[in-house]
């Protein structure tokens, strides 16, 4: 699945194509995709302009120049790229945008979990999933204070919680097993048992990882792939994911993977160790 800097490479992406193109028309080949009927998103859009692509987590908002937003959600396998008209459509593509310029934007989707939700700008937050999100994996908005409020008031395992839309924004499976490797964390340690010094160095962790994976264009798991169709090199730079078996770099053990929340889970049993709750 996208995680938040896959979604981030592809709002840049998204932002030197198609920023300030008009939109002729829309066609929607798959309508379960849209909350409006075909009809409605198409009238809405048309002759319409694209004004800039924002992101919340692993949420775009596509703006369009008369009030509107389309808040887009990926999923599993989403992609945008962008053809020439007269292209043959991928058996995949869902959502086309004709542009005046001679080209389509297009919406592709192999497994048909993507969303677009067409909402008044400013009421993107109405949209399920964005409701109760959490503060973005930066500086300036995830603080050590919030973080200690938080996982001290829970008993959950850590990483699920760091799963959880809700309690920090676009960390999926990959960035939380690297994060909880980097902090010397056990997946399975209770969140309320971590030590201010614990907190502090997943912190950093967090923020640090998020923006080199960003500066790498994300990772390539399966078939993503950003808005230009380039995979992302970031999965040359994992420490843990996907290294089950093979030595950790830190400590030579070799790395386990578990099922943890339904997730495939890696961790070093060496260098991340469950311990008793830590007050300091």
């Not at 992406?13 to 198609?18: A, H, I, P, Q």
């Not at 093979?246 to 311990?275: D, S, W």
């Amino acid at each position: 699945m996208p995680e938040l800097p896959e979604v981030e490479t592809v709002r840049r992406g998204l932002t030197e194509l198609v920023a300030g193109s008009q939109i002729r028309t829309v066609d929607v080949l798959y309508p379960k995709m849209i909350n409006l009927s075909p009809e409605d998103f198409t009238n809405a859009l048309k002759n319409q302009i694209i004004e800039k692509i924002d992101r919340r987590g692993k949420y775009l908002f596509i703006r369009i120049n008369n009030g509107l937003t389309i808040v887009s959600h990926l999923r599993m396998e989403g992609k945008y790229d962008v053809e020439p008209e007269g292209t043959p459509l991928s058996k995949h593509t869902h959502i086309v945008f004709h542009l005046t310029d001679g080209r389509q934007l297009r919406y592709n989707d192999t497994r048909k979990f993507g969303r677009m939700n067409l909402v008044d700008t400013g009421h993107e937050l109405t949209v399920a999933g964005l409701k109760t999100i959490g503060p973005e994996p930066t500086e300036r908005d995830l603080t050590l204070d919030y973080m200690r409020k938080i996982f001290g008031k829970s008993k959950k395992l850590v990483k699920p919680f760091l799963l959880d839309q809700s309690n920090i924004a676009g960390l999926g499976n990959i960035y939380a097993d690297e994060v909880l490797w980097l902090s010397k964390i056990n997946p399975k340690q209770p969140v309320n048992t971590l030590s201010v010094a614990e907190l502090k160095l997943l912190r950093k962790s967090i923020i640090d990882e998020i923006k080199k994976a960003i500066d790498g264009h994300g990772t390539t798991v399966h078939s993503y792939s950003n808005a230009y169709g380039e995979a992302g090199n970031f999965q040359n730079h994992l420490n843990v994911y996907g290294r089950q078996g093979e030595p950790c770099l830190r400590c030579g053990t070799p790395i386990e993977k578990i099922k943890l929340a339904q997730r495939g889970t890696h961790f070093c049993p060496n260098c991340q160790v469950i311990h008793g709750d830590r007050h300091e």
